[in-house]
């Protein structure tokens, strides 16, 4: 995962950068909550790629599963051991998403949303065969990233971000184009629709690919 993440975005700095979104946005992450939480059933085992300080396993109803998030940040780890205390089927991991050490088919529901396909900054096909490798036979692998339509919403975002200096300054000139670019050198990139197609053409699953509240694009991929 990117090291920017770990450096300048983990821990206290990342759950500011959720606390300070404007309405829109939170709406935006809720509806993703959501749309994760209506594909876990009672009993079942389910794995969060990149979980940070443990923002969205906290908002699941984890008491009817087990469930297990892996980061790179061992600040948002510890955080996240804090932040999830009192909950009892939860492990927390210092994994890389793209090589976790998990046995195959273990999970029956692995997810990496808010854009983590792009904000990880690693293979991102590699990262889809991973995240199925571990998948149970019947199981779902579900990655999101924005929707073009959440674009003002977005950049709105980072500019409150910026303002609170979370993020470098907005370069205006290069940003565009489902980009934001940062003068400090970060850039926040996005998968589209044309682009989770062409990452799972060659892939052993059912894929569905389909936009959620205006503002995510979910690929959602069955394990045959």
Known sequence: MDKYYSRK?????????????????????????????????????????????????????????????????????????????????????????????????KFDLVFCIQNGISAFKVDRRKLIKEALRMTKPGGKALFTSYSSSFWDERLKWFEIQAAHGLVGEIDYELTGNGIIYCKDGFKATTIGIEDFQYLTSDIDALVGIKEVDNSSVFCELTRF
Do not use: W
């Open 9 to 105: 975005l983990s821990a206290e700095r990342l759950k500011l950068c959720y606390d300070i979104a404007p309405p829109r946005v939170q709406q935006y992450l809720q509806a993703e909550i959501d749309y994760v939480a209506s594909k876990i059933n009672r009993g079942e085992a389910i794995l969060e790629l990149g979980c940070g300080y443990g923002r969205v396993i906290r908002e699941l109803d984890c008491s009817k599963v087990f469930a297990v998030g892996i980061d790179t940040s061992v600040n948002s780890l510890k955080m996240a051991k804090k932040y999830l205390s009192g909950i009892q089927s939860v492990d927390l991991v210092a994994a890389d998403a793209i090589s976790t050490g998990f046995h195959d088919q």
